[in-house]
């Protein structure tokens, strides 16, 4: 039961009912009043059956209205209750006078909606309906009760009460699945674009996949077996639909890692980190759309727009074409641009023609002022670009790197020198790329190690190789490297102090081509310099620094290399006078050009008169530190080393520089004069 008050007139009303119309107010529609109206018909069933119930109880004690009930009527016709006079009569002390006050009560609650539904014009509060309809399924409960098993079966008021709560309960669910429905029509709707857009974007990434697949089965063709040959594009593109079917081949990065049993696992590269580029997808796309924009936007005009020139005028652009390129073949590429282009549209032409653009150096400088879209329009311009200098480029990123590999297929020299952001992604995307290149520098990149030497040694065509100062780079790295590049000329691993003899020894062994060798000696014993000197016949350039574990013993084999042109013998503490003075006694040396003593203390003046002497052709001569020469050795040099270009004599504090007054006459070529640290020299 709900609470109940007295309205402004003394009539008893329906608390709740009545501030929920207050509340909530809402135009009803039609379904509402009809509901309305059958609720208000419903009350007046109760109220008559009511009536009919208390005079057919047997177990109900009746009284009639006596004086008392008189003054009971005076006093609720003075508080407005009139209506509820004639209603009281039978009704019993205990059961029968709550059932009357509660079914005087919610008449009142219908007569205060009739009323409140007129004077708003038809508004009325849903909420307040629904209260109404619990209300009188609490009282037809109640009815249940007070007329027991007997009055249940006799009151047909109460059944079409029953069956009319039957009506609104059904209306009520077909309210409440529409709402349902609803929602779920809704859920559906979201679920249905948030599946279309993963469709969208799997889509995307299958048709990179089956572009980077093709790219695969070209490139890895040579190494497959009789049946995996037989795969053809159609089969690639049915491994991703039937992955379950079709087996990928392997590719010659596999096959040349399982040579490896050396390496663990984790430093392997495998083709996996490929899938990681493909994140970059949405980028590389960008940066190609914006490439294509800048060359579009730098093109010159037509021919026919050219100003006409009268027949009796000769003007550059009537030299032959192959003439022009020669000439401006001597200009870089920075003074083409600036310097060239702008002329005129004919200029402009030749400043861009493909044949003038096979080198791309950007240098220190020039490097951090060129964007990754201006690179990447430079490269799209270079269709026959063979060479291109990147070094010290810090803002170097993959997808800049996965846009112009697309343009430079016919790279041969990659410097990528001191670029600290390459890492073993970028070697991948790289030599996958450019599979005609057979120079590159990584010098000064800590990144490179054992696994990106795995990457670089499935380059057939691979001839240099500067690893300088890369750290992570151990002897594996370095045997596996050179045990499949058998065409190596060149290898720079100066600056890896834990290089050790095995790796010098495999060097030997299987690059008898060597021309050039560079090496930290810090490690190295004699063993690796006897291996070099009679495997490797042809070299002309042996460069080793902090050889201080090298004795005399390894150093007279030097003598064996009949071509060699430049030797460095940087802290050479162990080596004595006699054994240099023997080395420089063969004609084997006479073609040295570059020759470095730095540290090596046995140098003395007899020693500096028999390389003055073996050595005439010398244009650069590093004596430094080599404390015992004195002003006799000097002379030697000024006298018999004419073709001297760079002389560095830096800690020689015995000598006192009184000849160098003949330097001007009998060294015309020298450019370089260093005598730091000589304290005797008198300015």
Request: aromatic residues 4%.
């Amino acid at each position: 039961m709900q609470p109940e008050e007295e309205d402004g007139n003394g009539n008893l009303t329906d608390q709740t009912a009545v501030q929920s119309n207050k509340k909530n107010p809402g135009i009803c529609n039609k379904e509402q009043q009809t509901r309305l109206q059958q609720s208000s018909s419903f009350h007046r069933i109760l109220k008559e059956d009511d009536y009919e119930l208390d005079e057919s109880m047997t177990e109900i004690h009746v009284h009639n209205m006596d004086a008392d009930d008189d003054d009971y009527v005076d006093e609720q016709q003075d508080t407005g209750l009139n209506n509820s006079q004639d209603n009281n009569t039978g009704v019993t002390q205990g059961s029968g006078q709550s059932q009357d006050t509660d079914f005087f009560s919610l008449e009142q609650c219908q007569t205060k909606s009739e009323e409140h539904q007129g004077q708003d014009h038809d508004v009325i509060s849903e909420e307040s309906l629904l209260e109404s309809e619990a209300m009188l399924q609490s009282h037809v409960v109640m009815l249940d009760k007070a007329a027991g098993p007997e009055g249940a079966m006799s009151l047909e008021g109460v059944e079409g009460a029953m069956s009319l709560e039957g009506v609104d309960v059904q209306q009520s669910t077909e309210m409440f699945r529409e709402v349902m429905l609803t929602q779920v029509q809704q859920e559906l709707e979201d679920l249905d674009r948030e599946l279309k857009m993963h469709l969208s974007r799997s889509e995307m990434c299958l048709l990179l996949h089956r572009d980077k697949m093709n790219s695969y089965l070209e490139q890895a063709g040579p190494v497959f077996t009789d049946d995996e040959a037989g795969i053809t594009e159609e089969a690639a593109y049915g491994w991703w639909e039937e992955p379950e079917e079709v087996i990928m081949p392997e590719n010659s990065l596999l096959l040349a890692m399982e040579d490896l049993d050396c390496f663990p696992e984790n430093s392997v590269a495998k083709p996996a980190d490929w899938m990681d580029g493909l994140m970059f997808a949405s980028n590389i796309r960008e940066m190609q759309k914006a490439v294509e924009e800048r060359v579009s936007a730098i093109r010159p005009p037509s021919e026919d727009e050219d100003e006409e020139t009268s027949d009796d005028v000769t003007r550059f652009e009537h030299l032959p074409a192959e003439l022009v390129n020669r000439i401006l073949s001597y200009l870089t590429v920075p003074e083409l641009c600036a310097c060239v282009a702008p002329v005129c549209r004919s200029w402009y032409r030749y400043a861009h023609d493909p044949l003038l653009w096979q080198e791309l150096d950007l240098d220190l400088d020039f490097n951090h002022d060129v964007t990754a879209v201006d690179l990447c329009a430079m490269i799209r311009r270079a269709p026959l670009l063979k060479a291109l200098v990147l070094r010290g480029r810090n803002e170097l990123t993959i997808t800049e790197v996965s846009v112009f590999v697309k343009y430079c297929s016919m790279l041969q020299h990659l410097d990528m020198g001191f670029c600290k952001v390459l890492d073993l992604t970028m070697l991948h995307i790289i030599v996958d790329s450019c599979a005609q290149l057979e120079v590159v520098n990584v010098e000064g990149c800590d990144s490179i190690g054992d696994s990106c030497l795995i990457v670089l040694s499935t380059l057939s065509k691979l001839r240099e190789l500067n690893l300088s100062h890369c750290t992570s780079v151990t002897d594996d790295g370095v045997s596996h490297l050179v045990k499949h590049s058998p065409l190596l000329t060149f290898i720079n691993i100066d600056g890896i102090a834990w290089i050790t003899d095995d790796a010098v020894q495999d060097i030997a062994v299987h690059c008898p081509l060597l021309r050039q060798l560079y090496l930290d000696g810090d490690e190295l014993t004699d063993a690796s310099i006897s291996a070099v000197t009679e495997s490797c016949p042809q070299l002309e350039l042996l460069d080793i620094s902090f050889c201080e574990g090298i004795t005399d013993e390894s150093v007279q084999n030097i003598a064996k290399l009949q071509h060699l042109k430049h030797l460095r013998l940087k802290r050479g503490v162990q080596l004595s006078t006699a054994v240099l003075l023997h080395l420089f006694q063969s004609a084997s040396l006479a073609g040295l050009t570059h020759l470095n003593l730095t540290e090596c203390t046995a140098v003395q003046d007899r020693v500096v008169e028999r390389i003055a002497k073996c050595c005439p052709d010398l244009v650069e001569l590093h004596l430094c530190w080599c404390w015992d020469i004195t002003e006799p050795g000097l002379e030697h040099i000024v006298n018999n080393l004419s073709k001297l270009v760079d002389l560095d004599l830096t800690g020689l504090d015995k000598i006192t520089g009184a000849c160098l007054t003949k330097v001007p006459a009998a060294l015309p070529l020298l450019t370089y004069l260093d005598l730091q640290q000589c304290n005797r020299v008198q300015d």
